[in-house]
């Protein structure tokens, strides 16, 4: 508990500083840095499930109640699912270039959803600390590129939702998510308490409008800074020659998978007649903040833009679910 204690600290003085993801960044670098000095560092063996109830809560609480009435356009959506699976293709580069294994190879390329990915990455038998490296790569490139697309930076949280946070619905929610995610885990569902706090997010947001369902910027500033805190202990014992063959690795897959975006984004734009820069900003592997801010100074169509990236988090969360549920079939 300690170490959170301390990690949420200098989360909180990353974010004062308006270091971009501070939050999460801040107890990254700090657990490198008492690992490096010799310091134990250590977390609750729970420290994940709250992650994934909180940031599954967000995700589905993210969707706009008349998402439910006017829908999301289908062409679009199978352009996103397109250009998602080339982007999960790209992991074949690590698999054939570097010999990475299988599992690592397709975890490093997955577009996104890194609670997801740590969820997965945890539960492998060694954790592995490349699949984290990549992704943090990526999400520091991506924020460094939406920097590129705007004059100046933005201060403005915008997964910070509420006007008012309601304790009691927050409170209804959590319990019902948790207790459904126990049953998940106990049938060996992958990412089980982040699966059912997304359903659940949705559910009360989409269908019982009035409960108010909304995520206190506290709340999320923890669950991100524990977040972080996993990531660290996994970032931390890489060496300095594993540091130089993981940013090459990175570098590699995620311009690969720029790449695809690009392509898709263009190919679909002369289809759907939708400015080229929207769809790609829409299909970016990952940083739903980043992107979305880009999309507000731009002048751009933000609202799509971060429901795509809501759409593409839901799609990464489930797939596990639905692959699972086929497995046994295929073994047999």
Same mark, same amino acid.
């Given at each position: 508990m300690?170490?959170l204690l301390?990690?949420f600290?200098f989360?909180?003085l990353?974010?004062? /500083? @308006?270091?971009?993801?501070?939050? #999460?960044?801040g107890?990254i670098?700090?657990?490198?840095?008492?690992?490096k000095?010799?310091?134990?560092?250590k977390?609750?063996k729970?420290t994940?499930?709250?992650?994934?109830?909180a940031?599954?809560?967000?995700?589905g =609480?993210?969707?706009?109640p008349?998402?439910?009435?006017? =829908?999301?356009?289908?062409?679009?959506?199978?352009g996103?699912?397109?250009? #998602?699976? !080339?982007q999960?293709s790209?992991g074949?580069? $690590? /698999?054939?270039r570097?010999s990475?294994s299988?599992?690592d190879s !397709? !975890?490093a390329?997955i577009p996104?959803? #890194?609670?997801?990915?740590?969820?997965?990455?945890e539960?492998?038998?060694?954790?592995?600390?490349?699949?984290?490296?990549?992704?943090?790569f990526? !999400?520091i490139?991506l924020? $460094?590129? %939406?920097?590129?697309l705007v004059s100046?930076?933005s201060?403005?949280?915008?997964?910070?939702q509420p006007?008012?946070f309601?304790?009691?619905?927050?409170? $209804?929610?959590?319990?019902l998510?948790?207790?459904?995610?126990v049953?998940?885990n106990k049938?060996?569902?992958?990412?089980?308490y &982040?699966?059912?706090?997304m359903?659940v997010?949705?559910?009360?947001?989409?269908f019982?409008?009035?409960?108010? /369902?909304s995520?206190s910027p506290l709340? &999320?500033m923890?669950?991100?800074?524990? /977040?972080?805190?996993?990531m660290?202990? *996994?970032l931390?014992?890489? @060496?300095?020659?594993?540091? *130089? *063959?993981?940013?090459f690795?990175?570098?590699?897959?995620t311009v690969? %998978?720029?790449s695809v975006?690009?392509?898709?984004?263009?190919?679909?734009?002369?289809?759907?007649?939708?400015?080229?820069?929207?769809?790609?900003?829409s299909? &970016?592997?990952?940083?739903?903040?980043?992107?979305?801010?880009?999309a507000l100074?731009l002048?751009?169509?933000?609202?799509?833009?971060?429901? %795509?990236?809501?759409? *593409? #988090? &839901?799609?990464?969360?489930?797939v596990?679910?639905?692959?699972l549920?086929?497995?046994?079939?295929?073994?047999?």
């Open positions: 300690t170490t301390v990690a600290a989360s909180a990353f974010v004062a /500083l @308006s270091i971009p993801l501070g939050e #999460m960044f107890s670098v700090i657990i490198i840095v008492l690992s000095l010799g310091v134990q560092t977390v609750p729970h994940l499930v709250l992650v994934q109830l940031l599954g809560l967000s995700v =609480g993210l969707i706009p008349s998402f439910f009435a006017t =829908g999301f356009p289908l062409v679009m959506f199978a996103l699912v397109i250009c #998602m699976a !080339l999960v790209c074949y580069w $690590l /698999l054939q570097f990475w299988k599992g !397709l !975890l390329s996104g959803a #890194m609670a997801a990915v740590m969820v997965l990455n539960a492998q038998k060694a954790p592995s600390a490349k699949v984290i490296f990549v992704h943090t990526r !999400l490139f924020l $460094l590129l %939406s920097g590129l100046q930076q201060n403005t949280h915008l997964l910070e006007l008012g309601n304790v009691l619905t927050f409170a $209804l929610a959590f319990m998510a948790g207790g459904s995610g049953v998940l049938l060996g569902i992958p990412a089980p &982040m699966v059912t706090g359903l997010g949705i559910g009360l947001n989409g019982v409008p009035e409960l108010n /369902l995520i709340i &999320m923890v669950a991100i800074s524990a /977040l972080g805190v996993v660290g202990l *996994r931390c014992n890489i @060496s300095a020659q594993e540091f *130089r *063959r993981f940013t690795a990175s570098l590699c897959v690969l %998978s720029l975006t690009f392509v898709c984004a263009f190919a679909f734009s002369l289809w759907l007649d939708k400015p080229f820069i929207v769809l790609s900003l299909w &970016m592997p990952g940083s739903i903040e980043a992107m979305t801010v880009a100074y002048g751009l169509e933000p609202a799509l833009i971060m429901l %795509s990236h809501v759409i *593409r #988090m &839901m799609i990464l969360h489930i596990p679910v639905v692959v549920a086929f497995k046994p079939k295929q073994h047999q």
